[in-house]
């Protein structure tokens, strides 16, 4: 099985510590784009530097601190330096506007950001450097249990962004499950991670993980595909943590390219976001190498389940829960009956392996409610109702529909947006689609379609509802259709619906 199984009874600064020990110089990070280096001994030492600056400053255990740090060897320094010095790190996008880091700041009540450049901040915030000065007696006011390590903002693809409270027990238990499935992160695997630290995947299957097991993370600010083929076979790069717009772009190179860049690869691993079946066959016959899909959320520290589990990808699916978390479908008032197929469609593609329902979730994993006071976590029974809605295959592998919120009612017939889009992608010359409900007078709600044409591709909205009609019930063809260069999307590649609405 996995890896050795991660201890839980310290904080997560305490994973730095016990690599910096084990695995003294071994290289803990290699920054792609500058060619730094830390072993872990240096990066413990530059930790314990930060911090030293960190307290000098004035934070005290409990207090809030900013991260607006690229993916970088940098995020990783400033990250373990404000669990020593018992703060909590909340770390946010570097390419955050002005406007919308001022709001989180005064939402997060923090007083200090961490950050290289000297951005201006509001009044009464400090901006400090992200590396301390020279070596000195080490810095452990580190916290641990229900403690909070981190306060992770969510990306806001359904409202306003929220801050998850992740206590240093929910970071380490779903580093343990993790630890708990063959093909997970191992000690002498080189881990290539370019999407954003400040994103919990990042964070925690990324960078924590690594940490925990003394791999060597190889950091890239960030993604772009030829590039990134070529730091993979510089750095002998043997595992990818992505998500799919990564892998939408492996797969439209080159074959060859493709299969002498990922040659020393020998895991790649998916979240986020689905990721089209066409994907995953077009990575598997150039290179050799299948992507493992898993789901999560900030909530949940964040993996849940992962194909991993089974040990075989499985297009449409994300796979099992991770040992030691509980996954149930219920219905929106939170009962797990059996909830009823769709009488009009019995055979639904969405539904032929059982019926749909919320994923509630329970484990060692889960947040400690929203900031500031803890509010709408788990129940007195420890599930947390996600917004995300799913079915169970036969084989007990899930499949996820839509989230409950991106869900249309037309005519009082529920329409997952996914699906459509679905269908949609299969129509040639279409490389992206995004399917949002509108206002409708007649029916209540109406299906619109927005369609990013591939390069050179002349489509007409009558085709994509040609093809719709030939594919789904009446009620699910698109209302209206537009064209559009490119979708929105979040810095992990989830489709951002509410500003197609």
Known sequence: MGVDRISTAHGVA??????????????????????????????????HAEARRLVSSGVAPGDPVVLRLPTSADFAVALFAVLRAGGIAVPLSPQAPAPELERLLEHCGAKRVVQRDDAELPEGVAGL????????????????????????????????????????????????????????????????????LF?????????????????????????????????????????????????????????????????????????????????????????????????????????????LVTG????????????????????????ADELPLDPEEPDDVFEAGGSTGLVSVRGANLFSGYWPDGAHGPDAEGWFRTGDVGYLDSDGDLHLVDRANDL????????????????????????????????????????????????????????????CTAHLAGYKVPHTVEFAEALPHSATGKLRRLKLR
């Not at 249990?145 to 409202?159: K, L, P």
Request: charged share 20%.
């Open 199 to 307: 994103h919990v995947y990042g964070l925690g299957p990324g960078l924590l993980m690594a940490t925990a097991v003394g791999a060597t993370l190889v950091l890239s600010e960030r993604f772009e595909a030829q590039r990134t083929l070529q730091d993979c076979a510089e750095h002998r790069v043997t595992a990818i943590t992505g998500v799919p717009a990564m892998y939408n772009e492996f797969a439209a190179l080159d074959p060859e390219e493709l299969a002498h860049g990922l040659a020393t690869v020998h895991r790649l691993t998916s979240g986020a976001a689905p990721l089209h079946p066409k994907v995953l066959a077009a990575i598997r016959e150039a290179a050799g190498v299948d992507v493992y899909e898993g789901y999560g959320l900030t909530e949940c520290a964040p993996v849940v389940t992962s194909t």
């Open 14 to 47: 305490g994973l730095l510590a016990d690599a910096a020990s084990r695995w003294p110089e071994r290289t803990a990070i290699t920054e792609t784009g500058t060619g730094a280096t830390l072993t872990w001994r240096e990066l413990d030492e530059a930790a």
């Open 408 to 467: 249309i009612i037309v005519n009082g017939f529920n329409v997952f947006p996914h699906e459509v889009e679905e269908v949609i992608s299969q129509l040639p010359g279409v490389a992206e689609a995004a399917v949002v409900g509108v206002v409708d007078e007649r029916s209540g709600e109406a299906v619109k379609a927005v369609v990013v044409p591939a390069e050179g591709a002349a489509l007409s909205e009558q085709q994509v509802v040609d093809q």
């Open 129 to 196: 450097p992200p590396r301390g000065e020279e070596p000195g007696d080490p810095v452990d006011l580190g916290r641990s249990g229900e403690d909070i390590a981190v306060v992770s903002y969510t990306s806001g693809t359904t409202g306003p962004p929220r801050g998850v409270l992740l206590s240093h027990r929910a970071l380490l238990a779903n580093l343990d499950q993790l630890s708990q499935v063959d093909g997970v992160t191992e000690h002498d695997d080189r881990v290539l991670v370019s999407i954003p």
């Open 312 to 335: 075989y990808p499985k297009p449409g699916s994300v796979g099992r829960p991770l040992p030691g978390i509980e996954l149930r479908l219920v219905e929106s008032d939170g009962s």
